[in-house]
């Protein structure tokens, strides 16, 4: 696939066969994302890969109880996330390492989040160029304290993001652009 087809055919697949993401396309995806530009170059990610059947079960199960237990979800909202969780093949889950910012302040946060936002990017595109359905989601920000339990993160690195892959069972949604958005020279 060329560069534009990645870019423009990309779209959110939520829906994922039973293959198995083999590990080296998985590497691959992960130096997609470690590739992606940072502010002052800091690479401030760590990139967790779940592909082990027994911890996404876990973790579906324990987000699924903590999105009922905070009242953002009700039971059956839980239910689809348990379900999205543990028929993924393999997730990625990408870590803001706050100690690796060169300035503890706020404009520099904001920056390691946009940095971890490319990354994202980058590995949605790789995985559309290497054949592979996927998509972002944002669950991380509301489960943190249960990730850092289950996965092992320390305190000063903030899981934000996790990106689902697998091979896409059927295809996904249209979308249309928002055609009202560049602007040359002025507002
Ligand atoms: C910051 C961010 C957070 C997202 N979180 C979720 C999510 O939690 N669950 C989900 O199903 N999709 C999530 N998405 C995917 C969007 O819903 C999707 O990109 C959007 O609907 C446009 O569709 P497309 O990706 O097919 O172009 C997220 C995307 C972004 C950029």
Redesign the pocket.
């Known amino acids: 696939m060329d560069c534009n087809d990645a870019i423009f055919s990309?779209?959110?697949v939520?829906k994922f066969t039973s293959e198995t993401v083999n590990d080296a396309i998985i590497q691959k995806i992960l130096l997609a994302g470690a590739s992606a530009p940072s502010a002052h170059n800091e690479q401030p990610w760590h990139f967790i890969a779940l592909n082990n059947e027994e911890i996404k079960k876990r973790l579906a199960q324990e987000m699924m109880v903590a999105y009922i237990a905070s009242g953002k979800a009700d039971e059956q909202r839980a239910r689809r996330s348990y379900d999205?969780t543990i028929n993924t093949p393999a997730i990625i889950i990408g870590c803001l390492d706050t100690r690796l910012l060169k300035y503890q302040n706020e404009l520099e946060y904001k920056m390691g989040v946009q940095s971890l936002?490319a990354a994202?990017e980058n590995m949605?595109i790789a995985a559309n160029c290497l054949g592979l359905g996927a998509?972002?989601?944002?669950?991380p920000w509301v489960t943190t304290g249960i990730m850092r339990g289950l996965l092992g993160i320390p305190d000063y690195v903030e899981p934000q993001?996790m990106i689902h892959l697998g091979y896409a069972a059927g295809e996904?949604?249209e979308?249309s652009l928002r055609s009202d958005i560049n602007h040359w020279n002025h507002w």
């Open positions: 990309r779209r959110s939520r999205m936002a994202a949605l998509f972002w989601r944002a669950a993001w996904p949604r979308k």
